[in-house]
Nanobody, 121 residues
């Protein structure tokens, strides 16, 4: 089992920044993808970014490319999502996940509880 705990959400004005953290514990994550997904009210969960432990491969959704950065601290078993130039449409509950899904939520085995990000216009 892998336990994931997100933190860092909140309310920010458009153009501002937030950094989300996801602390992992349990099984080793050396071969997993760590992904960030988000779900806005009334919408399906969508891929935001992912990072592969081990070779640090990173992937981004087109909607956040150039504004968001995913990174990790192997010693702390923590993955981060730095979000800059936030837009009102970035408002959602953000979830951290671990697994092999890459861009697909269906392929992730473990999920955090989610953290709310609200961007005001």
């Amino acid at each position: 089992q892998v336990q994931l705990v997100e933190s860092g959400g909140g309310l920010v004005q458009a153009g501002g920044s937030l950094r989300l953290s996801c602390a992992a514990s349990g099984r080793t994550l050396s071969s997993y993808f760590m992904g960030w997904f988000r779900q806005a009210s009334g919408k399906e969960r969508e891929f935001v970014a992912a990072r592969k432990w081990g070779d640090s491969t990173t992937l981004y959704a087109d909607s956040v490319e150039g504004r968001f950065t995913i990174s990790g601290d192997n010693d702390k078993n923590t993955v981060y999502l730095q979000m800059n130039s936030l837009l009102p449409e970035d408002t959602a509950v953000y979830y951290c996940a671990a697994g092999w899904g890459v861009r697909s939520a269906k392929g992730y085995d473990f999920w955090g509880q989610g953290t709310q990000v609200t961007v005001s216009s």
